[in-house]
């Protein structure tokens, strides 16, 4: 069965440096999405993709973050200069169509550890 | 705005018991979409089941259903015959005014007692 992939599964970083974090989706599929999950707290929706553009974004994902699809598999979250709060687990999510009509899988996740 | 209120930060229940997570939610928009995801140990989220608001039928998956209450904004999961490997977090969450953008509760810790 397909599956949505991530790299690394946990990431250690020193604040203040930029950190990609990398997600294979499922092939045929067109809308992706980037999630992160503080612990203990709400999982929370960053931002989606489709068509090589920014669909939505949260209030979370300011200029500090981007997303990019540099091929036909990859989708990667970029964070240029990580800071403590960025501390997270960090899910990447895809689906066949709008989200509403169509299930979001997901990724195993990447922790992210910024020291 | 949209929000996902999971009031139980934690439940258990005897194996092969019937356990019932709630999840309230509060939207102004009429046609929206609800969903439990499984969240196990190894942190990978499953759907567990999904509810169209316009239908009235309350959505099932084998040992999974919800009750779906839409005019008190309630959308509570049902699990019969409680299996050990039922033991995970459950979110409850929904796009409501975005296609794009799914909204999750807190979550709850389900522990099942052998």
């Known amino acids: 069965e397909p599956e949505v992939t991530q790299t690394p599964s946990h990431q250690v970083t020193q604040m203040g440096q930029e950190v990609i974090l990398r997600c294979v989706p499922i092939?045929?599929?067109?809308?992706f999405y980037w999630y992160r999950q503080i612990l203990g707290q709400k999982v929370e929706f960053l931002v989606s993709?489709?068509?090589?553009?920014?669909?939505?974004k949260s209030e979370i994902f300011d200029d500090q973050f981007s997303v990019e699809r540099p091929d036909g598999s990859n989708f990667t979250l970029k964070i240029r200069s990580t800071k403590l709060e960025d501390s997270a687990m960090y899910f990447c999510?895809?689906?066949?169509?709008?989200?509403?009509?169509?299930?979001?899988?997901f990724g195993p996740g990447t922790r992210l550890t910024v020291l | 705005a949209q929000t996902v209120t999971q009031s139980q930060p934690e439940m258990s229940v005897q194996e092969a018991e019937t356990v019932t997570l709630s999840c309230t939610y509060d939207?102004?928009?009429?046609?929206?979409?609800l969903f439990w995801y499984k969240q196990p140990p190894s942190r990978q989220m499953i759907l567990v089941i999904r509810?169209?608001?316009?239908k009235q039928q309350n959505a099932t998956e084998n040992r999974f259903s919800v009750n779906f209450q839409k005019a008190a904004k309630s959308f509570s999961l049902k699990i019969s015959d409680s299996q050990l490997g039922d033991a995970a977090m459950y979110f409850c969450?929904?796009?409501?005014?975005?296609?794009?953008?799914?909204?999750w509760g807190a979550g709850t810790k389900l522990i099942i007692k052998p």
């Open positions: 509810q169209e608001a316009y």
């Open positions: 969450g929904g796009f409501m005014d975005s296609n794009y953008q799914l909204i």
């Open positions: 092939s045929n599929h067109l809308y």
């Open positions: 999510a895809s689906s066949r169509g709008t989200a509403s009509y169509n299930e979001q899988f």
């Open positions: 939207t102004s928009e009429s046609d929206y979409y």
């Open positions: 993709f489709y068509n090589n553009e920014i669909s939505e």
